[in-house]
Structures are given as structure tokens and as C-alpha cells.
């Protein structure tokens, strides 16, 4: 790996974007791992920060803790766990990092000196209880240390939580302080929905993608349109080309749907109305990714505990009628 190496690099990504150059780095040396998919930008940093590593120096980077679960990353974290990169992952509470509300990961890895200096297990630890304005500091052992074969699975989960032996006795009051957290979220959740009030009807003009592209406007990256200068907002036309009923699907030969982008159509607006139309977007899109990740640990947590036995439903456990 050519230029400045150093024994430690620390690295807490900007947040997550698609937009961050894919197609203009495929070839490049620092994806000693694999090639990070379009969604995986913050994987993209993590091998960055590798790729300035000296050996047997370590890196440390923080991470949404989704990067540790989500399908499209499971290739570059296996590539990681198999070639024994990877020593650490520690859950880190919400508010620890400044970039981020949700709570994150910090992964460390290590370039080793040789084929032999390499990690046989990786430890989890699990801070997320700590309270992030205080001081804070890693357990003498880690909650777990996992064989390295024990995580190269079909999904090669790395978050902590699944790796590790359940608290039986505090579960409960886990739930009431995440059911506490999740409500108050969920009022923080509402503030992320852009203000919206009666739209002008159906479109009076619309414009294709494909037209757009034909004529310099746009260019695309895969699927996603990307605005050549001001007049348009690759937010504005991104978030047109997300909705299913816009966006026509393609039969491959081998029988699998792909969506097509130079199909969709997208009204004619002036660059100002363009951008207000794109804050919006950019906001739901906000709204839904912590919506779903939210969701999803209230989820793993409830679902632990009645597994467990640690829970019990209390009195009637049918949802309420709605009208």
C-alpha cells in the first residue's frame, strides 16, 4: 500500500452516503478486502483507514452499527474476520460519538507483520449502558471472545449483543429503560418529517431520466442519476426514482428484476423548487433509516427476553382495537 502508513488511525466516517465516488475508484489499491457495494460507504473509510495502517499498527473506526449485520456488507466483514483483521468490536452508547445520535460501533483492526500475526478470536464488548458524558473504559475480559470460525456464517453478524450470554436477571429492567428510550425517540422521530401541506396535484410536465442523460444533464451511477451542474438536484430526482409506480422493473435472462432508471420521469421544476423537493427526500430518508434500525433492536430485545424466560407477558398481550 503506497503512501503515508502510521501505527494508529482513527477514523469517524462522515455519515452514510451513497454518492461517495464508487465509480470513480473501482480500481483502486486500498480495497484490500473487496470492492465496498454503493450502500457500504462507511466500509469504504474503514478500508481507507487500513490502507494508511502500518504493519502492526492498529486502526480504529467508528461505525453505524448496522454496518455490523447488513447483507451488503457481508463480504468485505467475512474478508475481515478471515484473515484475522479484525480484534475488536465495542458497542458504544449513544451521544459518544458527535456525529451521531444513534449509538455505534468502534471497530479495531491490525495489520499484521506477517501471515502469522494474525487474530484467532475477536472480543466484543458492550458499553452501551455507559453514560457518555462520564469516563469510560473497557472490562478487564470482554463480554465475549469469539472464535473466528463461530462468525463466518451466513450472515457474519459482528454485533456484540448476539455474541454474548444474556443477563437474565436485568433483561427486565433493560426493556423498561429501552421502552422509556424508544418513546422518546419516537418523539424525536417526528421531528425529522419534513413539514408538508397540499401539493399542486398531478404533474402538469414530466421529463425521463434517460432524456436527461441523453443530453448531459445527468449522469448515472448504476441506478442512482447524479446532476452534472446546478440547474437540477440529484436529491429532487433520486427521490422520484425511488417510488415503485415511477421506477419500471426489467426481466434478466436469468429471471431476476432489475429496476430501470432512464424510464422513470420526474416534473419539470425550477432548480429552487428542485432543492426544497430534495431537502425533503433527504429527511424522510433520514426518518426511515432510524425508524428501521430502531425497530429492529426493540425487536431483538423483547424477543430475547421471552426466549430466555426472563420475560413474561404481563395481562393481556393482544393489540388494541383500531378504528
Given at each position: 500500500?503506497?503512501?503515508?502508513?502510521?501505527?494508529?488511525?482513527?477514523?469517524?466516517?462522515?455519515?452514510?452516503?451513497?454518492?461517495?465516488?464508487?465509480?470513480?475508484?473501482?480500481?483502486?489499491?486500498?480495497?484490500?478486502?473487496?470492492?465496498?457495494?454503493?450502500?457500504?460507504?462507511?466500509?469504504?473509510?474503514?478500508?481507507?483507514?487500513?490502507?494508511?495502517?502500518?504493519?502492526?499498527?492498529?486502526?480504529?473506526?467508528?461505525?453505524?452499527?448496522?454496518?455490523?449485520?447488513?447483507?451488503?456488507?457481508?463480504?468485505?466483514?467475512?474478508?475481515?474476520?478471515?484473515?484475522?483483521?479484525?480484534?475488536?468490536?465495542?458497542?458504544?452508547?449513544?451521544?459518544?460519538?458527535?456525529?451521531?445520535?444513534?449509538?455505534?460501533?468502534?471497530?479495531?483492526?491490525?495489520?499484521?507483520?506477517?501471515?502469522?500475526?494474525?487474530?484467532?478470536?475477536?472480543?466484543?464488548?458492550?458499553?452501551?449502558?455507559?453514560?457518555?458524558?462520564?469516563?469510560?473504559?473497557?472490562?478487564?475480559?470482554?463480554?465475549?471472545?469469539?472464535?473466528?470460525?463461530?462468525?463466518?456464517?451466513?450472515?457474519?453478524?459482528?454485533?456484540?449483543?448476539?455474541?454474548?450470554?444474556?443477563?437474565?436477571?436485568?433483561?427486565?429492567?433493560?426493556?423498561?429503560?429501552?421502552?422509556?428510550?424508544?418513546?422518546?425517540?419516537?418523539?424525536?422521530?417526528?421531528?425529522?418529517?419534513?413539514?408538508?401541506?397540499?401539493?399542486?396535484?398531478?404533474?402538469?410536465?414530466?421529463?425521463?431520466?434517460?432524456?436527461?442523460?441523453?443530453?448531459?444533464?445527468?449522469?448515472?451511477?448504476?441506478?442512482?442519476?447524479?446532476?452534472?451542474?446546478?440547474?437540477?438536484?440529484?436529491?429532487?430526482?433520486?427521490?422520484?426514482?425511488?417510488?415503485?409506480?415511477?421506477?419500471?422493473?426489467?426481466?434478466?435472462?436469468?429471471?431476476?428484476?432489475?429496476?430501470?432508471?432512464?424510464?422513470?420521469?420526474?416534473?419539470?421544476?425550477?432548480?429552487?423548487?428542485?432543492?426544497?423537493?430534495?431537502?425533503?427526500?433527504?429527511?424522510?430518508?433520514?426518518?426511515?433509516?432510524?425508524?428501521?434500525?430502531l425497530s429492529a433492536l426493540a425487536a431483538q430485545l423483547a424477543k430475547e427476553g421471552l426466549t430466555s424466560g426472563a420475560l413474561a407477558p404481563d395481562g393481556d398481550t393482544e393489540p388494541a382495537p383500531t378504528n
Amino acid at each position: 500500500m503506497g503512501g503515508h502508513q502510521a501505527e494508529l488511525v482513527v477514523c469517524d466516517p462522515p455519515p452514510a452516503s451513497t454518492d461517495w465516488g464508487r465509480e470513480e475508484l473501482l480500481m483502486d489499491p486500498r480495497w484490500e478486502l473487496a470492492l465496498p457495494p454503493k450502500a457500504e460507504g462507511e466500509l469504504a473509510w474503514l478500508q481507507h483507514a487500513y490502507g494508511h495502517t502500518a504493519p502492526g499498527g492498529q486502526a480504529a473506526v467508528v461505525l453505524y452499527t448496522s454496518c455490523a449485520y447488513r447483507r451488503t456488507g457481508r463480504r468485505i466483514r467475512a474478508e475481515l474476520v478471515r484473515r484475522g483483521l479484525l480484534t475488536d468490536v465495542i458497542a458504544l452508547p449513544a451521544g459518544l460519538a458527535a456525529a451521531h445520535a444513534q449509538p455505534v460501533h468502534l471497530w479495531l483492526l491490525r495489520r499484521p507483520l506477517d501471515r502469522e500475526d494474525t487474530a484467532t478470536t475477536v472480543r466484543m464488548w458492550d458499553l452501551t449502558d455507559t453514560d457518555p458524558d462520564g469516563p469510560w473504559q473497557l472490562t478487564e475480559k470482554p463480554e465475549a471472545e469469539v472464535e473466528l470460525i463461530g462468525l463466518l456464517d451466513d450472515d457474519v453478524d459482528l454485533t456484540p449483543a448476539r455474541h454474548m450470554e444474556p443477563d437474565l436477571e436485568d433483561l427486565p429492567r433493560a426493556l423498561a429503560e429501552a421502552r422509556a428510550e424508544l418513546a422518546r425517540t419516537a418523539r424525536g422521530l417526528d421531528e425529522l418529517l419534513p413539514a408538508l401541506s397540499q401539493g399542486p396535484g398531478p404533474w402538469p410536465g414530466q421529463v425521463r431520466i434517460g432524456d436527461l442523460v441523453d443530453t448531459g444533464l445527468v449522469r448515472l451511477d448504476g441506478e442512482r442519476p447524479r446532476a452534472v451542474d446546478g440547474r437540477l438536484d440529484t436529491d429532487f430526482l433520486t427521490g422520484f426514482l425511488t417510488v415503485a409506480a415511477n421506477t419500471p422493473r426489467s426481466t434478466s435472462a436469468s429471471g431476476t428484476y432489475r429496476s430501470d432508471a432512464r424510464s422513470a420521469r420526474a416534473p419539470k421544476l425550477e432548480p429552487e423548487e428542485q432543492r426544497r423537493y430534495g431537502s425533503a427526500f433527504r429527511a424522510l430518508a433520514e426518518f426511515e433509516k432510524q425508524a428501521r434500525e430502531l425497530s429492529a433492536l426493540a425487536a431483538q430485545l423483547a424477543k430475547e427476553g421471552l426466549t430466555s424466560g426472563a420475560l413474561a407477558p404481563d395481562g393481556d398481550t393482544e393489540p388494541a382495537p383500531t378504528n
